[in-house]
């Protein structure tokens, strides 16, 4: 038996009504799930992210698992780089 | 090259197709947070008013899009004057764009760049190369700029005064 794995929709804010979804190993990471979820939208390198319905940042570094993402959830893409 | 004049940069009606082109977006983006939000592309601004997630504190979130996208726009949390005080701006949170000067501070704010007042000499090059600048805060359409202001919102822990 693999590891699970986690089924999300994501929105980027560019493009609001072009929802797609995405299935993930539970254990991977937010950023490496975010970076292919932008560059799937067509984000240019950057330090992306997601927020949840809450409108909390997940933490890049985390699996998704520990990030609190379940099945089903929807998530928008931001981008987090450091702030200056 | 000094941006002190940045309505020659672009002419308008060029600017306001690009608003026009990115206000559904903005639009939809407004609805999914909650935020009310009015786009004059008659004037190039857009304005945002939603409340502090910590406090509840009613904000307003302007740009001025005058020659956009040569240039960034200019984002300011503003009062009911129009002006940036300390009673209408966030608080930073960790790693946050609000700057103790009441700036927002990222490439895509021309406010940011020492030409318009803002801190940054010479690091970003100048406002014109927003566009070529990833190794911090990034974003190169207006909701994704919005979107990011949300995010470091959340991360604030009030208003700065």
Redesign the interface.
């Known amino acids: 038996m693999g590891t699970p794995t986690i089924t999300v929709i994501v929105?980027a804010?560019?493009?609001?009504?072009d929802t797609r979804s995405f299935t993930w190993q539970t254990t991977a990471k937010v950023g490496d799930a975010a970076v292919e979820a932008a560059a799937a939208f067509g984000y240019?390198?950057?330090?992306p992210s997601f927020?949840n319905s809450e409108?909390?940042?997940l933490d890049r570094n985390k699996p998704l698992v520990a990030a609190g993402v379940e099945d089903g959830d929807e998530l928008?893409?931001?981008?987090?780089?450091?702030?200056? | 090259m000094a941006v002190s004049e940045p309505v020659a940069l672009v002419p308008l009606e060029v600017t306001a197709a690009f608003m026009e082109d990115?206000s559904?977006?903005l639009l939809?983006?407004a609805s999914?947070?909650g935020w009310a939000i009015e786009i004059d592309v008659d004037d190039l601004v857009i304005k945002f008013r939603m409340s502090h997630?910590a406090d509840g504190t009613p904000l307003v979130l302007d740009a001025d899009l005058t020659s956009y996208r040569a240039i960034p726009p200019a984002w300011r949390f503003v009062d009911d004057s129009g002006s940036s005080t300390p009673d209408s701006f966030p608080a930073?949170g960790e790693?946050?764009?609000?700057?103790s000067n009441l700036v927002i501070?990222?490439p895509w704010n021309r406010l940011?760049y020492k030409e318009l007042g803002g801190p940054?000499d010479g690091d970003w090059v100048g406002p014109t190369n927003w566009l070529n600048i990833?190794?911090?805060?990034?974003?190169?359409?207006l909701?994704?700029m919005?979107?990011?202001v949300?995010?470091?919102l959340?991360?604030s822990p009030g208003m700065m005064a």
């Open positions: 929105v804010p560019r493009d609001p009504d240019e390198p950057g330090t927020v409108g909390e940042v928008e893409l931001v981008d987090v780089g450091g702030g200056v | 990115e559904a977006a939809r983006c999914r947070w997630p930073p790693k946050s764009i609000f700057h501070c990222a940011a940054h990833t190794n911090v805060t990034r974003a190169v359409t909701p994704d919005a979107a990011i949300r995010a470091h959340h991360a």
